[in-house]
């Protein structure tokens, strides 16, 4: 018999039925749902094997999308794993703003889960944007990790700050960025802007079931994605300009002016 499609909510106010919370395989996918306050609520869903993976991990890979997040939160957030050279989504996240606060919630809902299950949540590589909230709670939960841009999100910040000149990025033409880009990929599978939280939770335990089933396939020797030469040169580049950065070698214009050189593509 067809499944009944819950009423669809308008508010953060509403029960997740039982078939909701679960995988397509019927394992345990929400992870956290909590009030933060009265109005702010975070929904966190993921497996026992993301959670591993992600508990596992050195290099970890944070990430929020907007226009596919339902109207009653402010963002998607993913927090993907790096492992053979590829990136895993191990928690989606549905978070109600960009605070430090909400970010930090986050973390130490985390991390406490890495506990019960005897591990640690303390990667050694975090990439993720520029977003202020995400930076401070980062640099707060996480004080031994190194934490960096990568290059997706330096082409995207480069290109808000340089594009009314006239310079055109990699960010427009790179193939690379745009075929391997989650949330690209996710955005394009949800095809709305804004859908209702049902529509999109299934959206979830699909992916969910397609991240596990490129895990199995990876552990069984299937080659990784080799990198076009010139993206890894460019993210040697920046990554070395980024060092400058931190390390007071040059100020905050000497350094978008440097990232700028590096990613704008010469007309023809």
């Known amino acids: 018999r067809r499944a009944i499609t819950p009423i669809i909510p308008t508010t953060q106010l509403f029960d997740i039925p039982e078939s909701y919370s679960k995988t397509l395989d019927k394992n345990e996918f929400l992870i956290t749902d909590k009030m933060i306050t009265r109005r702010q609520r975070i929904l966190l869903f993921s497996t026992s094997e993301q ?84 930076l401070a709670a980062v640099a707060l939960e996480f004080i031994t990790a190194t934490h960096l841009s990568c290059y997706f999100h330096f082409t ?47 959206l979830l335990q699909g992916e969910e079931n397609r991240v596990h089933h490129m895990y199995v396939q990876f552990m069984a020797g299937l080659g990784t994605r080799l990198k076009q030469a010139k993206t890894v040169a460019i993210q ?26 590096v990613v704008a593509k010469r007309k023809k």
């Open 236 to 261: 040697r580049r920046m990554d070395k300009l980024g060092e400058r950065y931190y390390d007071g070698t040059i100020n905050a214009m000497e350094y978008l002016d440097g990232l700028s050189f």
């Open 51 to 134: 959670l591993k993976m992600l508990f596992a991990a050195e290099t970890v890979f944070m990430d929020g999308t907007f226009s596919t997040c339902p109207s009653m939160f402010d963002q998607v957030y993913t927090i993907h794993a790096i492992k053979y050279d590829q990136s895993f989504p191990c928690v989606f996240g549905l978070l109600s703003n960009r605070q430090k606060s909400t970010y930090h919630f986050m973390f130490r809902g985390l991390k406490a889960l890495a506990v019960q299950m005897e591990m640690n949540f303390s990667p050694k590589l975090i990439m993720s944007d520029f977003e202020p909230g995400l």
């Open 156 to 202: 995207q910040a480069i290109y808000r700050a340089i594009q009314r000149v006239g310079l055109s990025t990699a960010y427009n033409n790179d193939d690379d960025i745009k075929k391997y880009s989650f949330h690209s990929r996710f955005n394009r599978r949800v095809q709305i802007n804004h859908p209702n939280i049902w529509s999109f939770i299934k």
